[in-house]
C-alpha cells in the first residue's frame, strides 16, 4: 500500500527540464562570429560561484549522462563546448518524496542543487559571450533566436552598472519586454547577493491557451543567494497557479500544493549545512480521502543537518494528513486524520542508521471502515489488534465516527511500524549522540511565503535591490 499519492511531485521536475531549455540552444549566428575565436581561453569569471558543494546523502547525487550534458553553451566554442556539467540531481530517487524526512530533504535539496548549478553554467556562458564581445554590458538586447529550436531563448542582455551590480535577462519567444529569466547579483567586499527569477509559464507556455502545456507545473521560481567569507546561504521560492474552482478539484490547475520554499544555509568553517523547507498546501495527497473530506488541509514542513563528513539527520512534521487505508478487494481499515513526526539520521552513503516515527495523540477516525469477515486476513477489526499487537486500539478507534482518541494513534502507530505488506519503513537503529542530535529538533518554517509577505504578489517580481 502506498502512504500518499501525489503525480504532482514529477511535474516539478519541469522547472529543471525549463532550465535546461533555457540554456540548452545555441545560436546559428552567432557561430559565424567565433569561427576564429580561439575555442580555449582564460576566461575571468564574470560572476560569483553559487553552488554550495551539498553532498550527495542530501542531492542523492549528479545525474550523470554519457556523452552530453545538460546545460549546453549559448555562444558558440568555449570551455563548455564539450557538453557542460549535468545539472540534474538524483533527489529523493523513486518512490514517495514524503516518505520520511529524510526522502523530503533530498526532494527540497535537489531542486536548490540544480538551480544553482544552473545559475553557475549561466553565469560561465555570460562571461564567455562578454570575455569575447558577443554581449554589451549597456542591456542592449542581443537576437539569439535559433530556428530549429523555437523553445529556445530568442534574446539575451547583460547590465553592469556603475555600483557593480550585474544583470543577465534572457527573452523568450521574441519578447523584447519582459524576460523569462532573470539574473542579478553584486559581489562586495564583505558579501555577495543575488537573485535568479524565472517565469516558467512565460518560458514553458500559459495551459490555459496551450494544452499542450501541463497545467500542474510550476508557474514561476526565484533563488535569493547570499555569501559572506563565513557563510553561504540560498532561499528558493517555487509557486504553482492557485487557481481553483472549489469544489470540484478537477479543475484546479494543481490540487495538492500553492508552492514551496526551502531555506539553505552552509558554514565555510566546517561545512555544516542545514536546511529548511516547508510545502503550501491546499489538498490532500491521497485523492480518495481528499474528495470525501475537502476542507482538512495538510501541512509538511522539514528541518535537515549535515556535517561537513555528509552525515546528516532530517526531521519532518506532516500535520493534519488524510490517509484512506485500503487492503485491497473494496476492503478498507477506515479513513483517518492525523499528524505523523518523522526522524530520519543518515550515513555519508545516504543509508539509514537511525528511524523514529511517530504519530501523535489524538488522531481521528473519520468513518469508511469496510472489513468483510472470512475474507482474506486480517478479517476482523479484533484480528486487526491482535496483528498490531495494539490490544483493542483500532476497535475502540472505529467504534464510532468521528472519533479522536488516544486510541486511533496507538493504532495508526502500529500501522506505520508494522512493515512487511503494510508498506511501511519500521523504526530501527539507536540514535547517536553528536552534534546532529544537538541539532535536531530544529526550528520549522511558518510560511511557504518569503519572510514579511502575505501571497506570491509581488514575490517573482524581475528586480533585485542588493543590501550590501
Known amino acids: 500500500m502506498s502512504a500518499f499519492k501525489h503525480p504532482f511531485v514529477l511535474l ?135 530556428s530549429s ?3 529556445g531563448p530568442t534574446g539575451i542582455a547583460v547590465l553592469a552598472d556603475a555600483s557593480g551590480q550585474k544583470t543577465v535577462k534572457l527573452y523568450f519567444k521574441g519578447s523584447t ?26 518560458m514553458m507556455g500559459d495551459p490555459a491557451s496551450d494544452m499542450s502545456v501541463d497545467r500542474e507545473g510550476p508557474t514561476h521560481m526565484r533563488m535569493d543567494f547570499d555569501q559572506t567569507g563565513a557563510a553561504k546561504s540560498a532561499q528558493m521560492y517555487i509557486a504553482f497557479d492557485p487557481y481553483n474552482d472549489f469544489p470540484d478539484p478537477s479543475s484546479w490547475n494543481n490540487p495538492w500544493a500553492t508552492g514551496f520554499r526551502v531555506n539553505a544555509s552552509k558554514a565555510l568553517s566546517d561545512n555544516t549545512i542545514q536546511v529548511h523547507g516547508i510545502m503550501g498546501m491546499q489538498r490532500q495527497f491521497d485523492t480518495a480521502y481528499g474528495v470525501a473530506y475537502p476542507f482538512d488541509v495538510p501541512s509538511l514542513k522539514m528541518f535537515a543537518v549535515a556535517l561537513g563528513s555528509g552525515s546528516g539527520a532530517a526531521h519532518a512534521v506532516m500535520a493534519d494528513i488524510g490517509l484512506s487505508f485500503n487492503i485491497g478487494g473494496g476492503e478498507s481499515l477506515g479513513d483517518f486524520l492525523f499528524s505523523k513526526d518523522d526522524t530520519y539520521y543518515f550515513t555519508a552513503t545516504g543509508l539509514a542508521e537511525y528511524i523514529n516515527k511517530s504519530i501523535a495523540s489524538p488522531a481521528t477516525y473519520k468513518g469508511g471502515q469496510l472489513i468483510v469477515s472470512n475474507s482474506t486476513p486480517p478479517d476482523t477489526a479484533a484480528q486487526v489488534d491482535l496483528f498490531l499487537s495494539t490490544g483493542t486500539s483500532y476497535q475502540n478507534c472505529i467504534a464510532v465516527a468521528p472519533t479522536t482518541s488516544a486510541d486511533c494513534a496507538t493504532f495508526l502507530s502500529a500501522l506505520f511500524n508494522a512493515g512487511g505488506g503494510w508498506g511501511f519503513e519500521v523504526n530501527s537503529g539507536t540514535e547517536p549522540s553528536d552534534a546532529r542530535s544537538a541539532a535536531l529538533p530544529g526550528t520549522m518554517l511558518t510560511q511557504v511565503y518569503p519572510d514579511g509577505a502575505l501571497d506570491w504578489t509581488g514575490v517573482f517580481d524581475m528586480t533585485f535591490a542588493p543590501t550590501n
Open 177 to 202: 519586454t519582459s524576460p523569462a529569466l532573470y539574473l542579478s547579483w553584486k559581489v562586495a567586499p564583505a558579501s555577495t547577493e543575488g537573485r535568479l527569477v524565472l517565469n516558467i509559464t512565460q
Open 149 to 151: 529550436d523555437p523553445s
Open 12 to 146: 516539478l521536475a519541469t522547472a529543471v527540464i525549463a532550465g535546461v531549455t533555457l540554456a540548452g540552444c545555441s545560436s546559428s549566428s552567432d557561430k559565424k562570429k567565433t569561427d576564429s575565436a580561439p575555442a580555449q581561453q582564460t576566461i575571468p569569471p564574470y560572476g560569483p560561484t553559487v553552488s554550495m558543494s551539498f553532498p550527495d546523502s542530501l542531492t542523492g547525487g549528479q545525474v550523470t549522462t554519457a556523452g552530453a550534458g545538460l546545460v549546453k553553451p549559448l555562444f558558440g566554442p568555449h570551455p563548455m563546448a564539450g557538453g557542460g556539467p549535468s545539472c540534474a540531481f538524483q533527489g529523493h530517487g523513486s518512490g514517495d518524496p514524503f516518505q520520511n524526512g529524510f526522502k523530503m530533504t533530498r526532494f527540497m535539496v535537489g531542486m536548490v542543487a540544480s538551480w544553482q548549478c544552473i545559475a553557475d553554467s549561466l553565469m560561465e556562458m555570460v562571461s564567455t559571450a562578454v570575455f569575447q564581445g558577443f554581449v554589451p554590458t549597456n542591456g542592449t538586447i542581443v537576437n539569439i533566436a535559433d
